[in-house]
């Protein structure tokens, strides 16, 4: 009798270490492609580790222009968009490529450039201020990659009556993110078109005191919105729709929007919600 015990005190000793050394199971993986401002700002290294946590799904993304981000979601190479371009998004869903979308969060452009303000935008319109940005011949830096916010800039420039200034020697084409724009806009003394989340990261890198100043917001053509589209599983085989639909139900949801609205910078909020559960 006490043999038996001692096996089956064993035998239990034996299962527990097992189970204690045993791989825990891996986190079902989601894949999503979003805009340059969405990653540089920080937004998603601070909203992954909740959506894991609440849901049990690990988020990886890849940080491009929303053009690209368009195009990953054509080909099927990713589940998910968080995306900023209507227009183009509209189109996407359009054509079917898209099975839902769902605005979740906002934010608005700006023009920055010099403090100096050598073409003396301050103050004025987005359309008034691109116009004295042309007629001074002023320097002016552009994503010039498809992203949201250059495809806003093109649309800016046209209700300016303004050419695409692609040409000119003053038109800057950096083909790179927003950070990256900044940086060559401030080198070079050049006006930008920025998302206003971006450039407060860019003003924290500078602790408050950036070569770049803010001088035209508050129009309303530079309103700046956020979705997330469901890729279409009709697209391509493999994609994890259900994961990509709860990821989209969670950045809608009250916890989702809270967190959003509480993220901030230098005391300052970068995105605000509403998708209408905040």
């Known amino acids: 009798m006490k043999h038996g015990w001692r ?3 064993v035998l239990v000793l034996v299962l527990l270490l097992a189970a204690g050394t045993a791989p825990a199971a891996k986190a079902p993986v989601l894949r999503m492609a979003t805009t340059t401002s969405t990653d540089n700002t920080g937004l998603l290294d601070y909203l992954a580790p909740f959506f894991q946590k609440d849901t049990g799904i690990e988020l990886q993304w890849v940080a491009v222009g929303t053009g690209k981000a368009l195009q990953y979601g054509k080909n099927g190479d990713v589940d998910v ?5 209507p227009e183009a998004e509209a189109a996407f869903m359009k ?6 979308r769902r605005e979740v969060m906002y934010n608005d452009f700006i023009l920055v450039g010099p403090a100096s303000d050598p073409a003396k935008v301050k103050g004025k319109t987005a359309a008034e201020a691109l116009r004295a940005v042309a007629e001074k011949k ?5 994503r010039g990659d498809k992203s949201g916010t250059h495809m806003a800039e093109l649309r800016l420039w046209k209700d300016a009556g303004v050419a695409a200034p692609d040409r000119e020697s003053w038109y800057l084409s950096v083909g790179q993110g927003m950070i990256e ?9 050049a006006y930008t078109l920025t998302d206003r989340g971006t450039y407060i990261k860019y003003e924290s890198n500078y602790k408050g005191k950036p070569p770049l100043a803010i001088l035209v917001e508050g ?14 599983p009709s697209r391509a085989q493999g994609l994890k ?3 990509a639909e709860r990821f989209s139900a969670w950045m809608a949801s009250p916890r989702g929007q809270k967190l959003i609205a509480d993220f901030r910078l230098m005391r300052k909020p970068l995105f605000f919600p509403n998708a209408g559960a905040f």
């Open 241 to 243: 729709t259900d994961l």
């Open 7 to 9: 096996f089956a005190t």
């Open 181 to 189: 724009t900044l940086t060559v806009a401030g080198e070079r003394g």
């Open 81 to 85: 968009l968080l995306v900023h371009d």
């Open 219 to 232: 129009d309303r053509k530079l309103y700046n919105q956020y979705s997330v589209i469901v890729v279409d």
């Open 95 to 100: 054509e079917k490529y898209g099975k839902s």
């Open 138 to 142: 002023s320097p002016f830096a552009s």
